[in-house]
């Protein structure tokens, strides 16, 4: 999976895989993994104005998510 760096709030990078509906979160803290997650949920999401709100309002509570590290 290809990792997109981002900043902003505990955010370091991001990455998704399509067809396992799959987003994967480094934070600061550790790294979380989310499944279930629709394509245009990552889309916006990679391309937000303020990638940390949008994770904070639209990802961190509405997909269930395991730490990898």
Same mark, same amino acid.
């Given at each position: 999976?290809?990792?997109?760096?981002? %900043? #902003?709030?505990?955010?370091?990078?991001?990455?998704?895989? =399509?067809?396992? /509906?799959?987003?994967?979160?480094?934070?600061? %803290? #550790?790294?979380?993994?989310?499944?279930?997650?629709?394509? =245009?949920?990552? /889309?916006?999401?990679?391309?937000?104005?303020?990638?940390?709100?949008?994770?904070?309002?639209?990802?961190?509570? =509405?997909?269930?998510?395991?730490?990898?590290?």
């Amino acid at each position: 999976m290809e990792m997109k760096r981002l %900043s #902003g709030g505990s955010l370091r990078a991001v990455g998704y895989d =399509e067809r396992a /509906r799959t987003l994967v979160v480094e934070l600061t %803290s #550790g790294t979380l993994e989310y499944s279930g997650v629709p394509g =245009e949920v990552w /889309r916006r999401f990679s391309t937000a104005s303020s990638p940390w709100s949008y994770y904070r309002d639209n990802i961190d509570e =509405e997909y269930s998510s395991k730490r990898i590290r």
